[in-house]
């Protein structure tokens, strides 16, 4: 048995005999290269931290390792220089196997390959959840989230359904008719789903995970994406959420009944048609009468939309303008929105996780759960900026497991 009793009493290992059954050297070799990877750190530097030869830790992420020789010693130095708990390190997490998948993808790649940055914020949180007993880590996982009580699924689709799904939730959230400034913060504080804008492979767009065991749904959009696409992608993969379609899907779909449904929901979600109406009023139109094309451009703006979704919208209520939809761009500059436009595009290319996420991960970077390296890792952001904060907040007093040794480094 090579973990000692002092780390079981900590609860690093809590069923030690059957974590020793489950030890699979050439596992722990790919995670310990995967942690060491993501955490900036050499072969030379790992060998140096751990106190050991670069050969005998060459062999350690080469699967070539004795059981014996994983001490706990040398797990903690490992947590401690990779950012990542010694059961991890030890018996990897059954997040990734669990969290049920689907993604809006243009390939044939594997889709749990190519959802690694959405699996990995996972898989942190779940750790998170896991040393709130040693620090105040902020909210786990709400129960019975709000999004649940929504779900319904229709087997049979039709571009209706998603029209009134869409109508009945801005209704039962309070949202109204108004323009919806940031769809991250509906998802998140009114429906209690976790979104985030991260940094995907190409030919990846948009990805919706389910963790069952702890009542979880994360929406990712790709960060590559435009501004008024990564809202839609929002939108429309809520739309798969609520009727439960949870499959996985790609271009070849594209036209199938759940994709036209979802399209409807994310279209009457942003740009309702009691807020054209409103707002066609308000710009001196008769209920009959077509919208200008510059005013229409106008509308796409005020709704945060594509021109193509506003051209459609108004021409479900047949008061479209005439001729084909402009750009983006082309309708920023018509509507005299170019600037703001702009600044959109400029700013949405950055990662954003979940509020919720991100609270905790910089509250166990404070606490010292957490190098700089592996919390900027984990945020999508420049470690600089977390090792400026490490200066300020080195002198605060950091919360760490029993005897001083904490889970998560």
Request: aromatic share 6%.
């Amino acid at each position: 048995m090579f973990w000692d009793e002092e780390a079981v009493r900590q609860g690093v290992i809590r069923e030690t005999v059957e974590a020793e059954a489950q030890f699979d050297p050439a596992a722990f070799g790919a995670r310990l290269r995967t942690a060491r990877m993501r955490a900036n750190l050499s072969q030379v530097d790992m060998s140096t931290l751990l106190d050991v030869s670069q050969a005998t830790y060459s062999r350690m992420e080469n699967g070539r390792i004795e059981p014996s020789r994983v001490t706990s010693t040398l797990l903690e130095r490992a947590s401690l220089a990779v950012s990542r708990s010694m059961t991890w390190l030890l018996l990897g997490s059954p997040v990734r196997d669990r969290v049920r998948l689907a993604a809006r993808r243009t390939d044939e790649q594997d889709v749990r390959t190519q959802a690694d940055r959405a699996l990995g914020l996972l898989e942190l949180d779940a750790e998170l959840d896991d040393i709130v007993e040693f620090a105040d880590l902020g909210p786990g996982v709400v129960d019975g989230a709000v999004w649940q009580q929504f779900v319904e699924a229709m087997p049979h689709a039709s571009r209706r359904q998603g029209k009134e799904r869409a109508d009945h939730l801005r209704n039962a959230l309070g949202l109204g008719i108004e323009p919806l400034n940031d769809i991250p913060a509906v998802l998140e504080q009114d429906l209690e789903v976790d979104a985030a804008v991260l940094d995907f492979p190409d030919g990846l767009s948009a990805v919706v995970a389910f963790d069952d065991e702890r009542a979880l749904a994360l929406l990712a959009v790709s960060a590559a994406e435009p501004w008024v696409r990564q809202r839609f992608s929002f939108t429309h993969e809520l739309a798969h959420v609520l009727f439960a379609d949870g499959h996985a899907y790609d271009h070849d779909h594209r036209h199938s009944p759940t994709e036209m449904r979802a399209e409807k929901f994310a279209q009457n979600f942003l740009i309702p048609e009691g807020g054209i109406r409103a707002w066609m009023a308000d710009n001196g139109y008769g209920t009959d009468d077509h919208v200008s094309r510059d005013d229409a451009c106008r509308l796409a703006d005020l709704y945060g939309v594509s021109p193509t979704t506003a051209w459609i919208a108004l021409a479900d209520i047949n008061v479209a303008p005439k001729g084909p939809a402009p750009t983006s761009a082309g309708a920023a500059v018509v509507a005299g929105m170019l600037a703001r436009y702009q600044a959109r595009e400029r700013n949405c290319h950055v990662e954003r996780v979940p509020v919720r996420m991100e609270r905790r991960i910089l509250k166990a970077f404070r606490s010292g759960f957490l190098s700089a390296a592996a919390t900027a890792n984990a945020l999508g952001q420049d470690a600089s900026v977390l090792s400026e904060a490490s200066a300020i907040i080195d002198d605060e007093p950091r919360t760490r497991g029993a005897s001083g040794v904490p889970n998560l480094a």
